[in-house]
């Protein structure tokens, strides 16, 4: 097996597991925690992506760096100092993030969130906690990103596996028979962060090769890679209020409890990432390597292999949360209350995640040849629509408004971002990119769903009912954007006759 479907592989079985635990655990915190407490641990997951502002590009940075020290790029020496300088600044950062939220968890419980059954006191020792957390896993992502680039993605993986179990797991554990309270929940957050955060540490220095002196602070390492860091920056702040600021607002104009459900159906919905995160990953070292070698053949074969795969394994998902979130949320949960008040943002929330999702790989492309502007440019004329429309339509509207906002402002993304990319990088590639990679797999797919919209069982009474019908129509809609691939068809058909020929053989003897 190659190393690229290796990586692939472990990303997908690594962070799919570690999916499973934070999704399958949530209905536990939610009974035993309410659901103003589930708002404070979306939250806590808000301000996690906030904090990858801070980090100045450091983490993608790595990953590109370290990608290239294996392309040759780096020495060993010049590896380590960058590293070294990372290290230096993500910590001292990780300080002043603590230190600042902690400050400010007084003023936020106090006069920012809105709670009606926890006490103000509870909801500010909570964030205290939650900002020591913040910080170390803010820190980890400087190694996270340099286990990616070296493409130690297998074993990270494994290790990644087990940790989400423990820190998941363990959360529920303390919660059913220990202390029942948010602050016991952050606290075993903190303990799983430290552990974490010296496992993937240690690794990193053993992996990188020792160099005639000792890693030191380097202005020169850093100036080296500051203009992509600093592209990578901006990028990263125009995305953060892209997708964050609306739970910016809502926290400030619903209450606890209503953001709560927003939370739900956002975190939902954020899941298809876990389906796109792994084939990115492990194909961008890759298309950096390719880049590099100025092998443009390789990289737009490459770069249509990730974007179909990324199409026929989000679209069936996608278009089943968007036709039956109801039914998908009372499989999950058995809660019918809890059905009827998040599918609405759920269905709206799925589709624009499913629209973003398809700009990761010509994004990644853009990355691995060094190229942020178009992305920044894009991002500034996105926000000056988004705050606004924000602001105007969420009052209205409410959390449903917020989500249809997305969905228009990814459609937008569809449309101008793909067409200027395509005038710079891999010239005659756009055209097949809509039909091949998006059209052809969505159509397919999206068939099977319409049809199987008249057999959906008739109420949200049978969970049983509904996992067979949405495994049956998923199935079925994911074989027909599979059998509309140009690029992945062939590899399937492949993958089957050898399967078949091999039993033929085992049993044949």
């Not at 209350?337 to 629209?355: D, H, I, Q, Y």
């Not at 008739?458 to 998923?474: A, E, H, I, N, P």
Request: with cysteine; aromatic share 12%; hydrophobic share 55%.
């Amino acid at each position: 097996m190659s190393q690229i479907r290796r990586n692939v592989l472990a990303n997908y079985l690594g962070q799919g597991w570690a999916a499973l635990m934070g999704l399958a655990f949530i209905p536990t915190y939610i009974r035993y925690l309410g659901m103003e407490a589930y708002g404070l641990i979306g939250l806590f997951a808000a301000l996690q992506a906030w904090l990858t502002l801070l980090d100045m590009g450091m983490t993608p940075t790595l990953n590109r760096e370290m990608a290239r020290y294996t392309a040759g790029a780096h020495s060993a020496e010049s590896i380590q100092d960058l590293l070294r300088s990372m290290e230096i600044l993500c910590v001292s950062i990780g300080i002043l993030i603590f230190l600042g939220a902690w400050a400010a968890s007084g003023f936020l419980a106090n006069n920012w969130l809105q709670p009606q059954k926890l006490q103000h006191r509870d909801v500010a020792q909570a964030l205290s906690i939650m900002a020591f957390v913040v910080s170390l896993r803010f820190v980890e992502g400087i190694y996270r990103g340099s286990l990616y680039g070296l493409q130690r993605q297998v074993w990270y993986n494994g290790v990644g596996a087990i940790l989400a179990t423990l820190r998941h797991g363990g959360a529920v554990a303390i919660l059913a028979w220990g202390a029942s309270t948010v602050q016991a929940f952050f606290i075993w957050q903190g303990v799983i962060s430290l552990l974490t955060l010296s496992v993937y540490a240690r690794s990193v220095h053993r992996l990188l090769p020792k160099a005639p002196l000792p890693p030191r602070f380097s202005l020169q390492a850093v100036a080296g890679v500051w203009k992509f860091a600093s592209g990578m920056l901006g990028i990263t702040f125009l995305a953060l209020l892209l997708t964050q600021v609306d739970k910016v607002i809502l926290s400030r104009m619903l209450s606890l409890a209503e953001f709560g459900d927003y939370t739900l159906a956002a975190t939902l919905a954020g899941a298809i990432g876990v389906v796109i995160s792994p084939i990115t990953l492990a194909l961008f070292p890759r298309m950096v390597e390719l880049g590099i070698a100025n092998d443009q053949l390789s990289l737009n074969k490459i770069y249509h292999q990730g974007a179909q795969l990324i199409t026929i394994l989000t679209a069936p998902a996608v278009l089943l949360l968007v036709f039956f979130a109801p039914g998908v949320v009372f499989m999950w949960s058995g809660n019918v209350e809890l059905s009827v008040k998040v599918s609405p943002m759920l269905s709206a929330l799925a589709l624009g995640t499913f629209l973003n999702g398809l700009m990761w790989m010509p994004y990644q492309c853009q990355l691995a040849f060094g190229w942020t502007s178009l992305t920044l440019k894009t991002n500034i004329v996105a926000v000056a629509f988004l705050i606004p429309a924000i602001v105007f339509i969420v009052p209205r509207y409410g959390g449903v408004g917020a989500a249809w906002i997305w969905v228009i402002l990814n459609a937008s993304y569809i449309i101008f971002h793909i067409h200027f990319m395509h005038r710079r990088l891999i010239l005659t590639e756009k055209w097949i990119w809509y039909f091949y990679d998006l059209l052809l797999p969505v159509g397919g797919a999206l068939g099977v769903i319409v049809l199987a919209y008249g057999l959906r069982p008739d109420r949200l009474t049978d969970r049983w009912s509904w996992f067979v019908f949405l495994l049956m129509s998923g199935g079925l809609a994911f074989a027909a954007a599979v059998l509309s691939c140009n690029q992945i068809r062939p590899r399937v058909f492949v993958a089957v006759k050898r399967a078949i020929l091999s039993v033929a053989m085992k049993y044949g003897k």
